[in-house]
């Protein structure tokens, strides 16, 4: 007989009741986003450092001479005060700067300028769509500071390039609202997408225009408790930050199985080689970073007024636009996130669509006002559009490399080349080819199908002939057909298209075929 002691079966119990509980994770992210802001955050140096040769774009604000007095860059609080109100927050009418004291050799003044206690905007929200499901996902603040310098570390030495120091920075921090890695992701890519309509930054993860860290803990499905977070550093793409969150929430998993759950705040670096996280030191808390009023920045004062005049000059947001685009052209919900993911192609789509909507106007059939018109062309416009570009325009950029504003073809162009297939003058396969010429040479697409004689031949005379020689030549499939196999009619079709070097009309042939086969007299 075995015995065991009360203490011993109890922390065994625990373990095994630990083992088969529900967990769920407890997500909020620390996003630095660079802003796009001339000059630096409280100096004249250019904040374009990207490509400058290293300590050349510095001066002796940024890095922190002693007698120098800072100027907070007017520009950089109106793009902070701009993504505030994308995001649904409330712009303090009086905001106070900061001095968050630490050492590293990226901090030459041995503190960096950020605000605390009273940020620029709170209490905001972002709504995103994960899988056909909406989240609500509220943000806490949003704050505006200084970034550090970069460093370069070698086995031997760590050199420091101050180009970076002092380039304009806004912090969103979220609620702990995230229940999933993938949730955290599509919000990073919705923060990135409103960043780059607002003309904010580029928000480039590789380049770190777009940095985030993410704070992750576990507990039981159903208590409303919080434990202590883990923060997760070097996430420097969206793939990181999944991955990484899912590496938390597997090793949080197996500490609570065991019966040792995380009971301290902690900091740990994600390794992208190894594919896991690695413990780099205790959380810091505020304390630690004695937080004080900096002394050489007047407060940011912002009346009502100002905040309504940024907030009229807005551009149209991405989720409003996906929405215009699925009621006004009545594109379908995947391809208009896919227009809309790139603000230059969303542009470029909407002139086309103009474009298209005067060149409807030169249809054969153009009875009625230019409404009624419109009204019975659109839908097969649009979906022309739509299609020729998310595939074939696609196809073309990605096998050149190149983004919409340096393709050649002119959204009137475009429409003009999508008129032409709309009025069945070129066809499927010679329509490609002419797309490959405009892209390459950025002409007009009725001068190039005239040039490479692409027009598609759709007059019944012209076809005749060839039709009733391939009938003739083919006795045996035409028995077959006529036997009841339908899909042979492909077959004829296919032998007519390269008797007429491509340049058939399909729907034409098809239709003249089943008449002549049937009706041979």
Same mark, same amino acid.
């Given at each position: 007989?075995?015995?065991?002691?009360?203490?011993?079966?109890?922390?065994?119990?625990?373990?095994?009741?630990?083992?088969?509980?529900?967990?769920?994770?407890?997500?909020? @992210?620390?996003?630095?986003?660079?802003?796009?802001?001339?000059?630096?955050?409280? $100096?004249?140096?250019?904040?374009?450092?990207?490509?400058?040769?290293?300590?050349?774009?510095? $001066?002796?604000?940024?890095?922190?001479?002693?007698?120098? @007095?800072?100027?907070?860059?007017?520009?950089?609080? /109106?793009?902070?005060?701009?993504?505030?109100?994308?995001?649904? $927050?409330?712009?303090?009418?009086?905001?106070?700067?900061?001095?968050?004291?630490?050492?590293?050799?990226?901090?030459? %003044?041995? #503190?960096?300028?950020?605000?605390?206690?009273?940020?620029?905007?709170?209490?905001?929200?972002?709504?995103?769509?994960? %899988?056909?499901?909406?989240?609500?996902?509220?943000?806490?603040?949003?704050?505006?500071?200084?970034?550090?310098?970069?460093?370069?570390?070698?086995?031997?030495?760590?050199?420091?390039?101050?180009?970076?120091?002092?380039?304009?920075?806004?912090? !969103?921090?979220?609620?702990?609202?995230?229940?999933? *890695?993938?949730?955290?992701?599509?919000? +990073?890519?919705?923060?990135?997408?409103?960043?780059?309509?607002?003309?904010?930054?580029?928000?480039?993860?590789?380049?770190?225009?777009?940095?985030?860290?993410?704070?992750?803990?576990? =507990?039981?499905?159903?208590?409303?408790?919080?434990?202590?977070?883990? /923060?997760?550093?070097?996430?420097?793409?969206?793939?990181?930050?999944?991955?990484?969150?899912? #590496?938390?929430?597997?090793?949080?998993?197996?500490?609570?199985?065991?019966?040792?759950?995380?009971?301290?705040?902690?900091?740990?670096?994600?390794?992208?080689?190894?594919?896991?996280?690695?413990?780099?030191? %205790?959380?810091?808390?505020?304390? &630690?970073?004695?937080?004080?009023?900096?002394? &050489?920045?007047?407060? !940011?004062?912002?009346?009502?007024?100002?905040? /309504?005049?940024?907030?009229?000059? +807005?551009?149209?947001?991405?989720?409003?636009?996906?929405? =215009?685009?699925?009621?006004?052209?009545?594109?379908? @919900?995947?391809?208009?996130?896919?227009?809309?993911?790139?603000?230059?192609?969303?542009?470029?789509?909407?002139?086309?669509?103009? /474009?298209?909507?005067?060149?409807?106007?030169?249809?054969?059939?153009?009875?009625?006002?230019?409404?009624?018109?419109?009204?019975?062309?659109?839908?097969?416009?649009?979906?022309?559009?739509?299609?020729?570009?998310?595939?074939?325009?696609?196809?073309?950029?990605?096998?050149?490399?190149?983004?919409?504003?340096?393709?050649?073809?002119?959204?009137?162009?475009?429409?003009?080349?999508?008129?032409?297939? #709309?009025? =069945?003058?070129?066809?499927?396969?010679?329509?490609?080819? +002419? +797309?490959?010429?405009?892209?390459?040479?950025?002409?007009? *697409?009725?001068?190039?199908?005239?040039?490479?004689?692409?027009?598609?031949?759709?007059?019944?005379?012209?076809?005749?002939?060839?039709?009733?020689?391939?009938? %003739?030549?083919? *006795?045996?499939?035409?028995?077959?057909?006529?036997?009841?196999?339908?899909?042979?009619?492909?077959?004829?079709?296919?032998?007519?298209?390269?008797?007429?070097?491509?340049?058939?009309?399909?729907?034409?042939?098809?239709?003249?075929?089943?008449?002549?086969?049937?009706?041979?007299?």
């Amino acid at each position: 007989m075995i015995f065991i002691s009360g203490q011993r079966m109890f922390a065994f119990v625990g373990a095994i009741l630990n083992y088969f509980m529900t967990l769920e994770p407890i997500i909020g @992210l620390e996003i630095h986003i660079q802003m796009k802001a001339k000059s630096k955050m409280f $100096c004249s140096c250019s904040n374009e450092s990207d490509e400058a040769a290293p300590n050349t774009n510095i $001066c002796p604000i940024c890095l922190g001479h002693p007698g120098t @007095l800072p100027q907070a860059n007017e520009q950089a609080v /109106e793009l902070g005060v701009m993504m505030a109100l994308a995001l649904n $927050c409330l712009i303090k009418k009086k905001s106070v700067w900061a001095r968050k004291n630490y050492f590293y050799p990226d901090l030459s %003044k041995g #503190y960096q300028i950020s605000q605390f206690e009273e940020p620029l905007a709170e209490n905001g929200h972002l709504t995103v769509e994960v %899988k056909e499901k909406k989240y609500r996902i509220g943000i806490t603040r949003l704050h505006l500071e200084e970034d550090a310098a970069k460093n370069f570390h070698a086995p031997d030495q760590t050199l420091v390039d101050y180009n970076r120091a002092g380039t304009p920075l806004m912090e !969103i921090v979220t609620e702990p609202d995230f229940r999933s *890695p993938e949730e955290a992701k599509i919000f +990073l890519q919705e923060l990135r997408l409103l960043a780059r309509y607002l003309g904010v930054s580029d928000a480039d993860m590789e380049k770190g225009h777009l940095r985030c860290d993410a704070n992750i803990s576990l =507990r039981p499905a159903g208590e409303d408790k919080l434990y202590p977070k883990t /923060e997760i550093k070097n996430l420097n793409s969206f793939k990181a930050v999944a991955r990484a969150l899912e #590496y938390e929430v597997k090793r949080q998993t197996d500490e609570w199985q065991k019966g040792t759950p995380v009971n301290f705040q902690s900091t740990r670096g994600w390794d992208e080689n190894q594919l896991k996280t690695v413990e780099q030191r %205790k959380k810091e808390g505020a304390a &630690d970073y004695r937080y004080f009023p900096e002394p &050489d920045l007047p407060e !940011i004062i912002l009346s009502a007024a100002e905040v /309504e005049q940024i907030k009229a000059a +807005l551009p149209e947001l991405p989720q409003a636009k996906k929405q =215009r685009f699925i009621t006004e052209y009545g594109l379908k @919900l995947q391809d208009a996130q896919v227009l809309i993911e790139d603000k230059a192609v969303a542009d470029y789509f909407e002139e086309v669509m103009m /474009e298209m909507r005067t060149w409807s106007e030169t249809l054969e059939e153009t009875e009625g006002t230019s409404e009624e018109i419109w009204a019975r062309h659109k839908a097969g416009l649009t979906k022309l559009v739509s299609g020729w570009l998310l595939s074939e325009l696609f196809k073309l950029m990605n096998q050149a490399g190149q983004p919409i504003e340096e393709v050649k073809i002119t959204p009137e162009n475009f429409a003009e080349f999508v008129t032409l297939v #709309y009025q =069945r003058k070129v066809n499927s396969s010679a329509a490609q080819v +002419l +797309l490959k010429e405009m892209y390459a040479s950025g002409g007009d *697409p009725s001068h190039i199908m005239e040039e490479k004689d692409l027009s598609q031949i759709g007059d019944a005379g012209a076809l005749t002939s060839v039709i009733e020689r391939i009938i %003739k030549d083919n *006795p045996e499939q035409v028995r077959q057909y006529l036997g009841g196999k339908e899909p042979l009619l492909k077959f004829f079709i296919g032998l007519a298209m390269k008797a007429t070097k491509g340049k058939g009309d399909p729907e034409k042939l098809a239709e003249i075929f089943r008449e002549k086969i049937h009706n041979p007299g």
